[in-house]
């Protein structure tokens, strides 16, 4: 059982060193875990797990190994699977959230949900959504999620009311992963790595040298003298190109993540940001819409943005072969009578650090992804992920 334990930990990325794996036995010798497997999984995380972002990777090492163990209360991964549901059915949910101050003193038989909800999970064998009386969303049960009952126990889903005295089948560490997708604030942390300074512009002295200013007061004997020098500023100027529509559409709000963090950063002395559908072609778009005659000439933007401009592509690859090798592939605008790969080659030609962002790379050169495996040759890919964008981030700093 144990060894099995082991060799999932490192399929999962976890990094468990001998050492580590030897400390743990010695800990079950002693009896730390007082024969309890809750209490083996807090020991064995104490032991083996260095860093919060990898809680969720043990957490499913740990189910997937221990699963066999089960009690009346375990949750199938198809439950869950019919328990999820998009952003967009929570959003719309909201407004039935109201009455939730009305109910503050509302009392709750736990003994009686619990025992209907042992029973439900012993009976049902589909999908519910609404309802009273099965496991689903959006109904009056004391359990699933996003349903209009408080007080209960929460099966997946995201947290609503924050009344249920239970919650089963969640996956608490998920968003601590660094392979995770990206928030806002995890946005401005990676890109203050994008920032260079320089102190070369012809500008008055207004910023104090700290080291200079100690330096001249020791050698004029301990009186006070002030040493001013010219203000650094920064000297990275960043050009964000982002696929929007179609296959992009489900990204929409983390490509609006990336925008704001951009947008709100004062790392950059410049940043200029257009948008594409699929494929660069020979127009660029200047809103998200991508409207017709609303774009810049990709041409114009060669002659007037500088090769000096860091650029980074954000959009999944995920188009038509066609549309990356025909002269006529393109189904939105013109294209200039060149294909979509010419004009990814002729921006690479042009600008010296390229870097491509992709929210679902898929791994290798997936035979089933023919225009991300050529875009991966012309330009380094990464996943839109915490390690992705600091990878990607070091590349375009890279001298």
Request: charged share 25%.
């Given at each position: ?254 490509l609006n993540e990336l925008f704001q963090a951009i947008h ?78 010419q004009w990814l080659l002729l921006l690479k030609q042009h ?49």
């Amino acid at each position: 059982m144990f060894t099995t334990f082991f060799y999932t930990l490192k399929a999962k990325g976890l990094d468990v060193s001998l050492s580590e794996w030897i400390t743990l036995h010695d800990a079950l010798n002693k009896g730390l875990n007082n024969s309890s497997l809750t209490g083996f999984y807090y020991m064995a995380r104490s032991i083996l797990v260095k860093n919060e972002t990898d809680f969720d990777k043990f957490d499913l090492a740990f189910e997937e190994c221990f699963k066999g163990i089960k009690s009346e209360n375990t949750i199938t991964d198809t439950m869950l699977e019919w328990l999820d549901k998009s952003d967009m059915m929570e959003l719309l949910h909201e407004e039935a959230r109201s009455f939730l101050n009305q109910s503050e003193d509302l009392q709750v038989d736990k003994e009686d949900v619990e025992t209907k909800f042992k029973d439900r999970l012993k009976d049902q064998d589909s999908e519910h959504n609404g309802g009273n009386y099965w496991i689903g969303t959006m109904g009056k049960t004391s359990f699933g999620n996003m349903g209009g009952n408080v007080g209960g126990i929460r099966v997946g889903g995201s947290t609503g009311y924050q009344s249920a005295f239970a919650v089963m089948g969640a996956r608490k560490y998920k968003d601590f992963r660094n392979d995770k997708m990206l928030d806002n604030r995890q946005f401005q942390m990676a890109f203050r790595k994008l920032r260079q300074f320089s102190s070369k512009l012809d500008i008055p002295k207004t910023e104090l040298d700290i080291n200079q200013t100690i330096d001249a007061t020791c050698n004029n004997g301990g009186y006070l003298k002030i040493v001013m020098d010219k203000p650094r500023k920064n000297a990275v100027k960043l050009l964000l190109l982002m696929d929007s529509g179609g296959t992009m559409i489900p990204f929409t709000k983390l490509l609006n993540e990336l925008f704001q963090a951009i947008h709100k950063s004062n790392h950059y002395k410049d940043v200029k940001t257009y948008y594409f559908h699929n494929c660069i072609y020979s127009k660029l778009y200047k809103t998200p819409e991508c409207e017709n005659g609303d774009w810049i000439d990709t041409e114009w933007m060669f002659r007037n943005i500088d090769s000096d401009y860091k650029v980074i592509i954000v959009g999944d690859a995920a188009m038509a072969p066609e549309e990356l090798y025909s002269d006529t592939g393109n189904y939105r605008g013109p294209n200039g009578g060149l294909s979509g790969e010419q004009w990814l080659l002729l921006l690479k030609q042009h600008y010296k650090k390229v870097v491509w962002l992709n929210p679902k790379m898929a791994p290798g050169n997936a035979p089933w992804r023919e225009a991300e495996t050529a875009i991966k040759n012309i330009f380094p890919m990464y996943k839109l992920t915490i390690d992705g964008l600091n990878e990607a981030l070091v590349k375009l700093m890279s001298r």
